[in-house]
């Protein structure tokens, strides 16, 4: 554990491969995002964080709820491990 918050003694380098490919990723949305306004940017994101965040809601619904867990039914047949009763 005391090995997590020792400094570092030599800086940690990326491999080029992903600096290059870090590279083409701001280059493309740069230019992307050029033209648009602050206001049409902070929607987009606005968007995007609303959307986001309904999805995964909607996937801890669907995990956790009742109708969910009935549908899933395990029979003999398909499972390898065998069901103590």
Partial sequence: MK??????ETAFTYHKHYLSAQ???SEKMSSLAEGCSK???????G????????????????????KEA?????S???VKIKIID
């Fill in 3 to 8: 090995s997590l918050f020792k400094k570092r």
């Fill in 23 to 25: 590279k083409k990723w």
């Fill in 39 to 45: 206001r049409k940017l902070i929607f987009l994101l």
């Fill in 47 to 66: 968007l995007f964080v609303i959307l986001s965040a309904g999805y995964l809601l909607y996937n801890l619904y669907n995990a956790f709820s009742e």
């Fill in 70 to 74: 009935q549908k899933v039914k395990i």
């Fill in 76 to 78: 003999k047949q398909t």
